[in-house]
């Protein structure tokens, strides 16, 4: 083998060790406040990455991520909270007992999460699958909303409109950055395996793809569920990090940042949906400014509430209008680029990298 | 279940049924010419009721003036949106003209909520035009007639339009197929804008006439009727306006009729729209009076 | 490709810096964290919804807050000052004001209408040791099992028992029909205690004729009222946001109804009144009432509200904002000092505390037990009609 495939092993092992103290480092030096907004970032790039494996990489313009967040993050919450909080919390309608003395640790909660959001997907994709576009928008979009009619009416599950509250409470960076570094390794992974190819062709062209032996159905569904599975896991995270969860959170302008953090990244592209993952988390927060009173040159400017979606809206109207590419287009960040700018190991491998 | 009972329902399922026929009329013509959901759709019934609520507290006008200077920005404001927000990416990938539909209808909500407060305001009820009817022992509004009434007018006049006028027929062109009715010397852009402005309008109406029913506005308050509308606009076959009526009733009495017999479910009656929704996609797309779409390569 | 550069190097650049900024803003709080423990300011967060669909209620509640504070802006000789955020009506928005606001340094936090994002804040405060009293987060789930949330509000159990008490001893109800709004845990809370209650009082468990349901943001409740009228219930309880529950009132009306229709504390808004204030026969609980003040607090409170705001109407909602503060800034007094510990057990002590709302003692779980006012809509007025005790 030769230098370059080395070099890169090595950077690639060196960037996880640096993450890794630099999260360990920040666990301990960083303020709650900041943990927070970190760990939050961790889970819209968790979110952004998912979507976008289905909208950016598979064509399938679905919106209904918020449905399987909801449903992850009632499964990671019901799994992990103990008997006496669940006999406190269900006061209106004790909990069904199959339920009730149910307490897992955070973990493998968290992965059920995702597999029982997958198998919603499954259950919503079948049918919701075999539509394109505009229908599959407003059907997926229609099935988020019966998912969440449902955990709003059936209160001996999920304690309806009441919430769940009490959840174990996880803080530090290195849980969410874990799942969320984890999450982005299998989803660059898949991209780069033969399905991500079919996804991708199934994108660009379906019928094309279909011709050439590619099986649009099942590959629609597997992209969908895979989705589905992530969108789980970011809703259970959702549930450690806030520990109180209701059906409200879940409502479609949820999906509505995400797909935000899709677009403003770019529709096919990993590395930017973390970036843009990050940025719109930070920014959310950093924008309130927008929204509070202040004095400019003496001029007091009363604070207007709103003004920060406006904005959103906005910055997603101007990246779809003009930059249709977003900030990364569909291209991904790698080391040759990096190589090559600075000069390493010149070229040496160009012909089959 | 009581007679009274039973026709009160049907009188509540008329007044409702009336209301989504009314607005989704305005979907399917939208629909049919530029085949993408404008979402903004739902957003326009907010601004009209807006524009109508100002005009007749703030400006003091007559309800009527102020309907129609309504109905007038609405529509201004729907073609600017095609122009600004959709005409540019009209040969771009479908999703992108979707999202930024999206972005369009998120733009206007926060953008009410900024203007105008996110807290609801009651709308005027002119007395001349709104009171209470009983009939034996059924009560329903007077708009329980006159929305019936105005979207079988409007419903006749769309027809005209686009059966017997050139702009009509280039209409039918365009919905057919784009691309051979721009090389037919049609103008595209004309008739889009042409669409847009019929349709907005007809937002308008149904945006006032649902204030009127339902009198609190809120920036928020488009969302609801637009996803239920542009599902009976999906029922009923996009694309055909006598669908579009038929489906709002059927969708309206379903709902009212859900409650009526069901009682315990009407918890459920939101979930009640969208699973219809999906049956009809998945078993007739078409709809109960559209054709069926083969798809194109 | 030009391009696409110079978006990478774009994306590299803003995220650098919004990276600095997000620190660089971090660094600033830690520091004035620091410098307001020896300065001589002490700060009290506030975090209400103030945009969103709660926003209504927050900013009545931030009216009576900001009263207070103008009247009493001094305690232990130091200068207090409001930090104010928004929680959006969001539940993860919540926990990030008020993560915020611990990182402000802030000694006490008020907080929230809407017992959901109380929820959502409370477990952020609780972590932090910083105490939090609410002002009327009404489902008792906000306040058990956390030792440092308290509220000067009643809660939905009790709010949902007096009504029933006024619907079968003072209204003369044998039947009730419920109309509740399964999205809120506001109104299932006090469907279900009424619901108990108005069984045991009656002695009949099938009083409750008919229980229909309907979704926040619904307008249309014509078909849930046909059914209640197709049961001709003595009353109807329609516990719920004002908003919905404006067009569900004068809808019944309508549609004919003639039954009393009761409510809770949520109705008391101008909203409210604007649209059903001609109608006869509506009756709701709440904390506080203008024309018959229970303590001299009160009086000061009413005096002063008129003066400061002059185009609204005195509400509950700022009533039990006021209480917040003075409870805050009687807890800091007790407690001699700003530790979050001792102003936290001061807290719990709280037992006949004069407010403006009334005489306020707190329960083990730190709920407060205190008279219940009863009013109705009179000729376009919120019409005092009946005081009821917790003991009763």
């Known amino acids: 083998m030769d230098g370059r495939k080395n070099i890169k092993i090595a950077l690639n092992i060196a960037t996880l060790l640096v993450t890794a103290v630099f999260l360990y480092w920040g666990d301990s030096v960083l303020s709650p406040f900041q943990k927070r907004i970190l760990n939050l970032a961790a889970i819209f790039v968790i979110l952004g990455a998912s979507m976008n494996l289905v909208v950016g990489f598979t064509g399938m313009f679905s919106l209904g991520h918020s449905g399987f967040m909801c449903v992850g993050a009632y499964t990671a919450a019901i799994l992990t909270m103990s008997p006496e909080s669940k006999e406190l919390i269900y006061y209106m309608e004790p909990i069904v007992p199959w339920l009730k003395n149910i307490e897992w640790p955070i973990i493998p909660a968290t992965i059920m999460g995702g597999i029982i959001a997958a198998v ?21 979009l229609g099935f988020a909303e019966i998912i969440r009619i449902i955990v709003t009416n059936t209160i001996s599950i999920t304690n309806g409109a009441l919430g769940l509250k009490n959840i174990p409470s996880e803080k530090s960076l290195l849980f969410y950055w874990s799942f969320c570094i984890i999450t982005i390794i299998i989803l660059k992974n898949l991209i780069n395996s033969s399905w991500g190819y079919a996804f991708k062709a199934i994108r660009d062209n379906e019928i094309a793809a279909e011709a050439m032996g590619v099986s649009v159905f099942k590959h629609k569904m597997l992209s969908f569920t895979i989705g589905a599975f992530f969108a789980g896991i970011a809703g259970a995270l959702m549930a450690f990090l806030i520990t109180s969860i209701d059906p409200t959170m879940f409502r479609f302008l949820f999906t509505f940042q995400i797909l935000l953090i899709v677009v403003l990244g770019g529709m096919g592209s990993l590395t930017g949906s973390v970036i843009a993952g990050i940025i719109i988390t930070i920014a959310m927060e950093w924008l309130r400014f927008v929204e509070r009173p202040m004095t400019i040159l003496g001029m007091d400017i009363p604070g207007i509430p709103g003004m920060r979606m406006v904005i959103f809206a906005i910055l997603l109207l101007v990246v779809v209008l003009f930059y249709r590419q977003g900030l990364m287009g569909t291209k991904e960040f790698n080391w040759d680029w990096l190589l090559d700018k600075l000069g390493l190991a010149r070229n040496r491998e160009r012909g089959i990298s | 279940m009581t007679l009274e009972t039973f026709l009160q329902n049907i009188a509540n399922g008329i007044s409702l049924g009336s209301l989504y026929a009314l607005i989704a009329i305005g979907y399917t013509m939208v629909y049919g010419i530029i085949r993408l959901i404008n979402f903004a759709h739902a957003d326009l019934l907010m601004v009209a009721s807006y524009a109508a609520f100002y005009g007749i507290l703030i400006f003091a006008l007559p309800w009527w003036l102020s309907f129609l200077l309504a ?227 | 490709m030009k391009v696409r550069k110079f978006l990478a190097l774009m994306a590299a650049v803003l995220l650098a810096a919004v990276a600095l900024v997000g620190c660089g803003g971090g660094g600033e709080k830690a520091s004035s964290e620091d410098a307001a423990k020896d300065s001589d300011v002490i700060k009290i967060g506030v975090y209400e919804p103030l945009t969103g669909i709660n926003a209504a209620g927050g900013e009545m509640t931030l009216d009576g807050i900001e009263l207070a504070n ?21 539940k993860q928005e919540a926990a990030n004001a008020v993560a915020r606001l611990v990182n402000e340094g802030v000694d006490v936090i008020i907080g929230s209408y809407g017992s959901s994002l109380s929820m959502a804040g409370g477990p952020v405060a609780e972590e932090a040791g910083v105490p939090v009293i609410g002002c009327s987060p009404t489902n008792p789930l906000v306040t058990k099992g956390n030792d440092y949330y308290f509220r000067v509000c009643f809660i939905d159990p009790f709010q949902g028992t007096v009504m029933a008490n006024y619907a079968v001893n003072t209204l003369g109800a044998k039947t009730a029909a419920i109309i509740q709004d399964v999205q809120q845990d506001y109104s299932v809370g006090l469907s279900k205690y009424f619901e108990e209650s ?48 404006g067009i569900l009132v004068e809808r019944a009306r309508e549609l004919g109804i003639k039954a009393p229709i009761l409510g809770g504390d949520t109705w008391e808004a101008k909203e409210f009144l604007n649209r059903v204030g001609d109608l006869e026969d509506i009756y709701f609980s709440t904390h506080f009432t203008a024309e018959e003040p229970v303590t001299e607090v009160s009086e000061t409170f009413l005096n002063e509200f008129k003066k400061e705001y002059p185009d609204k109407q005195v509400n509950a909602f700022a009533a039990l904002g006021f209480d917040s503060y003075l409870l805050a800034l009687d807890a800091i007094e007790r407690a001699g000092s700003t530790d979050h510990e001792k102003i936290k057990e001061e807290l719990a002590k709280t037992s006949g505390f004069k407010g403006a709302t009334g005489i306020i003692t707190l329960d083990e779980n730190g709920d407060a037990t205190k008279t219940a006012i009863i009013k109705k809509v009179e000729d376009g007025k919120f019409v005092y009609e009946a005081k009821v005790d917790p003991q009763n």
């Open chain 3, 198 to 245: 108005f069984k045991e009082l009656t002695g009949d468990e099938n009083a409750i004729v008919a229980k229909v349901n309907y979704n926040t943001g619904d307008k249309d409740f014509s078909a849930q009222l046909t059914e209640v009228k197709d049961k001709n219930p003595d009353v109807i309880f329609a516990p719920g946001n004002f908003t919905e529950c």
């Open chain 3, 70 to 90: 103008k009247l009493y802006p001094e305690v232990l000789g130091k200068k207090v000052e409001l930090v104010v955020a928004d929680n959006k009506s969001e």
């Open chain 2, 71 to 297: 109905i007038l920005l609405t529509t201004i404001l729907g073609m600017s949106i095609e122009k600004i927000a959709y005409r540019p990416l009209r040969d771009a990938p479908r999703i992108s003209a979707l999202i930024s539909a999206i972005g369009v209808s998120f733009l206007l909500q926060n953008l009410g909520i900024v203007l105008v407060g996110a807290s609801p305001k009651p709308f005027p009820r002119p007395e001349n035009l709104v009171w209470n009817i009983h009939l034996g022992g059924i009560s329903f509004l007077s708009l329980a007639v006159i929305i019936p009434l105005i979207t079988l007018v409007l419903l006749a006049a769309v027809n005209l339009v686009v059966n017997k006028t050139n702009i009509g027929i280039a209409m039918r062109a365009v919905s057919r197929d784009f691309e051979t009715a721009s090389l037919m010397a049609v103008d595209v852009n004309k008739v889009v804008v042409t669409t847009f402005a019929v349709g907005s309008g007809l937002a308008a109406v149904g945006g006032i006439m649902w204030s009127l029913q339902y009198p609190q506005i809120d920036p928020l308050m488009g969302v609801f009727p637009g996803l239920k509308c542009f599902i009976a606009a999906v029922m009923g076959g996009i694309g055909s306006v006598p669908g579009a009526m038929v489906g709002g009733f059927l969708l309206g009495m379903g709902e009212v009729m859900l409650v009526g017999f069901m009682p315990d479910l009407s918890g459920y009656r939101d979930a009640f729209a969208f699973v219809v929704l999906i049956l009809i996609l998945l078993f007739k797309p078409g709809g109960i009076l559209g054709e069926h779409v083969v798809e194109k390569v």
């Open chain 1, 120 to 140: 919603f997907g499954i259950l919503v994709g079948f049918p919701a699958l075999r539509l394109r576009d505009d229908y599959l928008a407003i059907a997926t």
